[in-house]
Structure formats: structure tokens, C-alpha cells
DNA sequence: ATAACTGCAAAACATTTGCATACAG
DNA sequence: CTGTATGCAAATGTTTTGCAGTTAT
């Protein structure tokens, strides 16, 4: 997950504004930096590490504007908020990036993306069978990769330790 | 989901009571106090609920010792640990419980259980594309149950969404 | 102008930790 | 006896809140 284009940040930044306006909320620099700051990054982020990130980059922001604004991001659907385990929420963008889920490796806490067509269909058997409204859902699977680099990896047969 | 019956109960306890022995710990009236409050309720609960539970029933607890307790209950897979949303761990007993995921009502928070064995090959498949080893996952789906009893239900007939 | 936003620091909340005391083995 | 577990209270880490001052509209 890479940064977006010029032409879509600028989209992003658009359907950003329409919903401050529809809202009757303020433009703010600080706002703005921090739509920014969460699309510029490809990656999960929490708060504190934007907080920080701007923070180095010169913008005077506070933590609780941080939670404020990503508050509203998640009300407009620009961003989506993950709870990995018992830690802080992260932050991904959402606007024209694919529906996903997330398969994390519990020695590393590195994180891979996949997404299976089934669970379109479970989610709506569920839905039905229940006689729910579904709006969204959150599947993590839990392991261990088998990495190189991965720490706490059972070692192989012939691995002799120093 | 009810409370276990007698001789099930006694297993549950001699998992745990070997469990104990096998790391060389301890058996105090606190544990088990505390493993008993986990399978008397039916339901989901977190830390605090058990505390003051046990507290009301004359259990003389801390909360230290709940939540040092709820984490040897994991290690010995007696009980699972759910996050749903930001709020506290919620657990479970798992001993003898079918294995299910969870539906979450945004308004009324009510929780429903369900399983679908569609997931069992969702889980094999990006095991096997990602060369992991899935030990478990967590599947949420959130909604809006259209329950009587709900609040924040949609009034009257099926409005549309805009 | 004026209502909303910001930053700060304090509060809230769940969970963990340090240490003196109690008690299981 | 001995080391482990406990209870308490204080510490931690994350998120929220109250308020005085600042700023977009």
C-alpha cells in the first residue's frame, strides 16, 4: 500500500471538505494535516504516532485534535479504525483502497492483508438468519508466519544455537 | 448458554488444578474462586464484573489476582479472551462451548453467536497462501438488530437510505 | 462578532506493577 | 520454612474532557 496519486488525495481532501461543510465544521490547518498525515503513510498508524509524526514535521498539533479529527474521518468513511489484541486502535485509510482483512503474526505483530470472496456470503446468511442489518465486519486470523525474520520462530531441524 | 453440569464442572477443575501442577503453581481458594465465577455465568464478562461478582459473594479478591488468574485461564485454554470495540476484554468460558464468532448490535449492544464452516476454509486457504500457521481467529460482524427491545431501532416500516 | 476549534493539563478508564504480608507446599 | 500469591495502592498507557484562549466564517 503506497501513497495515493495526486488526482485522488486531492478527491480525498474534497470529500473531506463537502463533510466539514455539511457538518457546519470548521477548516482547519491542523485537520487537514492530519487527513494528510494518515493517507500519506500506507501503513496501520495509531494515534500517537501521528501525533508524533506531525509533530516532527513542523505541525503544531495536540493529541486530542489528533482523536477529534480521526473521529470525524471515520464518521465521512475516509479512514477505518482496526483493534489488533488488547493495544491502541490503528488507523488505515479507506478511500479507494479494497475491503480486507487481516492475518497477523503474533511473534512478530507483522501484519498481512487478504480478502476471500466467502465471507461476503457468511456475512449475508448471518444477516439473514439473525434478521440483521450488517454494516461491517472485522476478521483476524492469528498465528505464526514463517518468515526469515521473524523472531521466536521454532527453528527448523539443523539450526545449532551460539 | 447455561451453567455446566456438576461432573463437566469437576472436569473444568481438574484441568485447571493440573495445569497448576505442571508449572509448579499454586492452588488458592482465589483461583478457583475465580475460575468458578468465569463458568457460573453463562455469558460474557470482563475483569471487573468478576471482581465485584466475587466480592458480592463474599470472595475476597483483588483485581490484581482476576486478572493474573484470567491469564493463566487462557494459557490452559480454559477460557478465551474476545476484544469488541474499544471497550474492555470480555471472556468466556471455553471448555466443552462449540466454537462460534460474534454478531454485535451497534445500538443495543446485544451480542448473538453464530458459526459458519465456510470460515474453517477461509482460514486453511490463507494459511496456506501465506505460509502460516493459524492458531486462531476472531470474527465480528457488526449491525443493527431489528429487535423490539432494541433502542435506536428505525421507527416504522423499512426506510431508505440515502 | 461569535460560535467552534485548539492546546494543555487533568480526568477517566482498563490494566499492570512493586512491595510488604500471608500462606501453600 | 521457603518461595509464591495475594492485596493494596501507585504506576502505566490510551483516550476523553474541561476550560481559557484562538480562529475560521
Redesign the pocket.
Known amino acids: 500500500m503506497s501513497s495515493l496519486p495526486q488526482e485522488q488525495m486531492a478527491e480525498v481532501r474534497a470529500i473531506f471538505k463537502a463533510f466539514?461543510?455539511r457538518?457546519?465544521?470548521?477548516?482547519?490547518?491542523?485537520?487537514a494535516a492530519?487527513l494528510d498525515a494518515v493517507y500519506a503513510t500506507g501503513d496501520h498508524v495509531?494515534?500517537?504516532e501521528l501525533y508524533l509524526r506531525l509533530r516532527q514535521n513542523d505541525?503544531?498539533?495536540?493529541?486530542?485534535?489528533?482523536?477529534?479529527?480521526?473521529?470525524l474521518l471515520l464518521e465521512c468513511d475516509l479512514i477505518v479504525r482496526h483493534?489488533f489484541g488488547?493495544?491502541?486502535?490503528k488507523f488505515e485509510r479507506a478511500y479507494s483502497y479494497w475491503q480486507h482483512d487481516h492475518l497477523i503474526c503474533l511473534d512478530c505483530n507483522e501484519l498481512f492483508e487478504f480478502c476471500d470472496p466467502r465471507l461476503q456470503g457468511v456475512q449475508e446468511m448471518v444477516a439473514d438468519i439473525y434478521g440483521f442489518e450488517v454494516t461491517h465486519h472485522s476478521l483476524n486470523l492469528y498465528g505464526h508466519c514463517q518468515r526469515e525474520a521473524c523472531p521466536n520462530r521454532p527453528e527448523e531441524e539443523a539450526s545449532p544455537q551460539p
Open positions: 466539514l461543510k457538518r457546519n465544521l470548521r477548516q482547519t490547518s491542523e485537520r492530519i495509531d494515534a500517537d505541525q503544531q498539533v495536540s493529541r486530542a485534535t489528533v482523536y477529534n479529527t480521526l473521529e483493534q488488547k493495544n491502541q486502535a
